[in-house]
T-cell receptor, first 115, second 115 residues
């Protein structure tokens, strides 16, 4: 595809349920990032994947959050036992990592609402 | 750790006017990148302009320019001849040159261009 895609666009869930958010990066991009944007706030880094290297999970807020990237392409962010404070827009970005600077291209995000 | 601060939560100007958005940051790094991103209501993050810290010359992209003051750790965005389509959230962001290259964002400035 032409850009980064994310699904679903919007997700409403009940407190305590698990959710999965999907990111399809730009074809050929080896780096993939997840960010969270809470209401009225800037984006905060969650996790970073680069090729076959171990992911940088330093931004995950709790052990209820996990992510995987299968085959070096599609990534899934999973939130277990969702809480109301998990409500936010979750943005994914990918980059090519071919030079000293690698522009991150963002998807449209998934708006998660936990009731 | 790096921090980015945007002290103007909201700004509003008339069409065709010039507006300046402020950003300060804190880092012990010497080499890094700074960015301004635009986020319209569609949620899509769009890169507006980029500045490499090792370059003294301020970056310019058409109507958008920056005032980069490395010693003061200041990085403001100037929008000339503002247009209605410039209405959006604007985020200042920092990226280290080495490592995961994750973006550190400010809280954002909501800019409204009035007709």
């Amino acid at each position: 595809g032409a850009g980064v895609s994310q699904s679903p666009s919007n997700k409403v869930t009940e407190k305590g349920k698990d959710v999965e958010l999907r990111c399809d990066p730009i074809s050929g991009h080896t780096a993939l990032y997840w960010y969270r944007q809470s209401l009225g706030q800037g984006l905060e880094f969650l996790i970073y994947f680069q090729g076959n290297s171990a992911p940088d999970k330093s931004g995950l807020p709790s052990d209820r959050f996990s992510a995987e990237r299968t085959g070096g392409s599609v990534s899934t962010l999973t939130i277990q036992r969702t809480q109301q404070e998990d409500s936010a827009v979750y943005l994914c970005a990918s980059s090519s990592n071919r030079g000293p600077y690698n522009e991150q291209f963002f998807g449209p995000g998934t708006r998660l609402t936990v009731l | 750790a790096q921090t980015v601060t945007q002290s103007q939560p909201e700004m509003s100007v008339q069409e065709a006017e010039t507006v300046t958005l402020s950003c300060t940051y804190d880092t012990s790094e010497n080499n890094y990148y700074l960015f301004w991103y635009k986020q319209p209501p569609s949620r899509q993050m769009i890169l507006v302009i980029r500045q490499e810290a090792y370059k003294q010359q301020n970056a310019t992209e058409n109507r958008f320019s920056v005032n980069f003051q490395k010693a003061a750790k200041s990085f403001s965005l100037k929008i000339s001849d503002s247009q209605l389509g410039d209405t959006a959230m604007y985020f200042c962001a920092f990226m280290k040159l080495q490592g995961a290259q994750k973006l550190v964002f400010g809280q954002g400035t909501r800019l409204t261009i009035n007709p």
